[in-house]
């Protein structure tokens, strides 16, 4: 599991080490040098006679990259430093002159310089910056941003950042001013907060944290990101003794004569997953599902969760009448269920967080003014924990916010934040394929949901984890439909289960 930690928690996690000489920073500088190197190797097939820019701020953040900067102009890379700061770290400082590297007033030219690298170090702030970036580092990033305007995109430098994207909101995500996006960041200690969540985690690019021993265990986690194991230990695998009712039963209300698909996405998604998917929709729905799916079971009766809502419209008064009695009925029997797409109109005004709630932005916003808040969706891209938080407050519900990104929490819960899917997976009826494995994994461990609500929170993480691998595994680095993603789910849980 990947777990953030605020940037106070980890200052107070070094002080123990730094007081007793560990050279934390060596060990951050080794990894930068390690990781750039490799870069270089990738994307010019040598390290030697390779360029590399260190944007220098005032703290151990730029120390870390004028260091690690060094270390390469020792290895034979040629390495231009600018200054993005008042002042240059002292040690720093000398170590480069030593090595050659002359430390450039950040001008245009060179800047420009910069823009034509082969890979740019961003050390202008890490956990100590206060706020968006201002003085010589807000001037350094947008200078940098616009001369790279100027270079053809495959001749961009990669850009490294240390330990975050300088600028980012490190403990809310939030992005208040210009940042430099990072292809990859080194993160030292631990991962950060902004990291994982949107929209900063969107500029972290790919994320590595480098060991630096700090004792952790008294932190509260801030963000954690479920991995291939953490899915794998909250799935269960059926037993000898199992059957489709004791697998679970998962019961659908989907699908409306405009938006038939919805319905058989989502339970493409599910029926493999379950011992048992029910289905309740319009007739015309009905064919459509049943013709894909036989085994699905036309019509009401007992099961251990419910999932409602894809394909209905928030207009479709017949169909949102029955999600309503359905709801009514698993929150009175304290069964978990989903509430997706126009079922979110009828959630009753107080759930438990056996309820997952699974709104995109712009849901989350109408859901949120529907409880008197004046939210627009473009509030929610840009604090997207904030509104989650205050839903998960208003409906005492799980719920998940998704995104590029996907949130997830419950009252209470930690916040999980799952990346695992890719950009092709913007397509039409993803949500419903997501809303089917979400419904599945609360089906399969539903008595755990009932004992304990607060499951529910990394279970729909879980089910996020595996619709995101599963979009990668359809696509294999090009364009997919919805359906791809629910015809592959099946083969990434096994996937996934392996150990
Ligand atoms: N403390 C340690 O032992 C270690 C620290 N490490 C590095 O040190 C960093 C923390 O160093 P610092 O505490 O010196 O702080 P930073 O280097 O993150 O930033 C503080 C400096 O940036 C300036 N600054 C603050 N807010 C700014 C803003 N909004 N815009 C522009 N400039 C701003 C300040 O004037 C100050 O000089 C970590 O992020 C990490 O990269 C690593 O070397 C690991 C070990
Ligand atoms: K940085």
């Not at 082969?118 to 001369?147: F, K, M, N, S, Y």
């Not at 419910?306 to 698993?330: F, K, M, S, T, Y």
């Not at 929610?380 to 719920?399: M, N, Q, S, Y």
Request: glycine content about 14%; hydrophobic content about 50%.
């Amino acid at each position: 599991m990947l777990i953030a930690r605020r940037a106070r928690d980890v200052t107070a996690a070094e002080a123990p080490l730094l007081a007793a000489g560990v050279p934390l920073m060596a060990t951050a500088v080794r990894a930068l040098g390690t990781a750039v190197a490799g870069l270089l190797r990738q994307r010019c097939g040598r390290v030697v006679g390779t360029s590399v820019a260190v944007l220098v701020g005032s703290g151990d953040n730029g120390a870390d990259a004028l260091l690690a900067g060094a270390e390469l102009a020792r290895r034979g890379v040629a390495v231009i430093a600018i200054r993005a700061g008042s002042r240059v770290h002292d040690g720093a400082a000398r170590a480069a002159h030593r090595t050659g590297i002359t430390l450039l007033a950040p001008g245009a030219a060179a800047l420009a310089r910069a823009a034509r690298c082969d890979v740019v170090l961003d050390g202008v702030t890490g956990i100590g910056a206060d706020g968006p970036l201002r003085g010589a580092g807000l001037d350094v990033v947008v200078g940098l941003l616009a001369a790279l305007e100027a270079v053809p995109r495959p001749d961009r430098p990669l850009v490294v950042a240390v330990d975050v994207p300088s600028g980012i909101g490190v403990d809310d995500g939030t992005v208040a001013g210009p940042v430099l996006g990072a292809d990859r960041t080194i993160t030292m200690g631990t991962a950060k907060p902004g990291l994982l969540l949107p929209p900063a985690a969107l500029l972290a690019g790919e994320v590595d944290v480098v060991d630096l021993g700090l004792d952790l265990a008294g932190a509260e986690p801030a963000v954690v990101r479920l991995e291939r194991a953490d899915v794998a230990r909250l799935w269960p695998v059926p037993g000898p003794t199992d059957h489709k009712y004791t697998r679970g039963v998962l019961g659908v209300v989907a699908g409306s004569t405009g938006y038939p698909g919805a319905a058989v996405l989502a339970t493409s998604a599910a029926a493999p997953l379950v011992g048992m998917v029910r289905f309740l929709g319009p007739d015309t729905v009905v064919d459509a599902v049943l013709a894909r799916h036989p085994e699905v079971v036309h019509g009401d009766g007992r099961a251990q969760a419910w999932l409602v809502g894809p394909g209905i419209g928030v207009d479709d008064g017949e169909r949102l009448a029955q999600v309503r009695e359905v709801l009514e009925r698993a929150v009175a029997h304290g069964l978990p269920a989903v509430v997706d797409a126009g079922a979110l109109e009828v959630l009753p005004e107080r759930v438990g967080a056996q309820v997952v709630l699974t709104p995109h932005a712009g849901e989350l916003a109408r859901l949120l003014g529907a409880r008197g808040e004046d939210v627009a969706r473009e509030d929610v891209e840009a604090r997207p924990l904030a509104h989650l938080r205050r839903a998960v407050a208003l409906t005492g519900a799980t719920v998940l916010l998704k995104g590029a990104v996907t949130l997830v929490a419950g009252p209470g819960t930690a916040v999980h934040s799952q990346a695992d899917g890719t950009a092709w997976l913007a397509t039409a009826g993803a949500g419903d394929v997501l809303a089917g494995v979400v419904g599945a994994a609360l089906a399969v461990r539903s008595d755990d949901v009932v004992a304990e609500p607060g499951l529910a929170a990394p279970l729909a993480a879980a089910a996020a984890a595996v619709h995101g691998r599963a979009a990668r595994r359809a696509s294999g680095g090009g364009p997919i439909v919805a359906g791809d993603v629910a015809r592959a789910v099946a083969a990434t849980l096994a996937e996934v289960l392996r150990d």
